[in-house]
């Protein structure tokens, strides 16, 4: 991976359980053990308990692995999941806090996004404002919508 250029890669998710807990040790240990340039990161959702996990990981192996924190915005999800707006915001300040506060990089990023109305996606991408020790990234989808139609 290194020498193709790779800087990043997705080695999890620790929400999935132990197994995957497990792999994420393993996968990391080994990128530490060859001494590859590349940075893990691993898929969160936006609850404490994935995250608390990644942490741990995180010390564990000695090394920073980026928090990629991800939500459903759309109505669907939200519908199904019985959320308003605000507690879709609501988990998202509280995810990418605690992961920032807790020494991770934080990435953000909105799933479903091109189903989610204009004004939720720019207030799931307004949001996050605490930076990580790297500097908090927002990263959201928009791949299948115009980008005019989440001009503000």
């Known amino acids: 991976m290194d020498e193709l250029g790779i800087h990043t890669v997705d080695v ?8 995957a807990r497990a792999d994420i040790t393993a996968l990391c240990r080994a990128i530490a053990g060859a001494r590859l340039r590349i940075t893990p990161n691993c898929a969160v959702r936006t609850v404490q308990s994935d995250i608390t996990a990644l942490i741990e990981i995180s010390q564990k192996v000695g090394m920073a692995i980026e928090a990629c924190t ?8 939200q519908y199904a999941e019985e959320w308003a707006i605000d507690h879709v ?22 799933e479903d996004t091109c189903r989610a109305t204009p004004d939720t996606s720019a207030g ?12 908090s ?6 791949a299948t919508s115009p980008p005019a139609a989440y001009a503000t």
């Open 124 to 135: 799931c991408t307004r949001r996050p404002s605490t930076p990580g020790p790297s500097g």
């Open 12 to 19: 999890g998710l620790p929400g999935a359980g132990p197994r």
């Open 70 to 77: 991800f939500i459903g915005s759309s109505p669907i999800r």
């Open 137 to 142: 990234a927002s990263a959201t989808p928009w």
């Open 89 to 110: 915001l609501k988990l998202t300040e509280d995810a990418v806090s605690y992961a920032s506060k807790n020494g991770l990089p934080v990435m953000y990023v909105t």
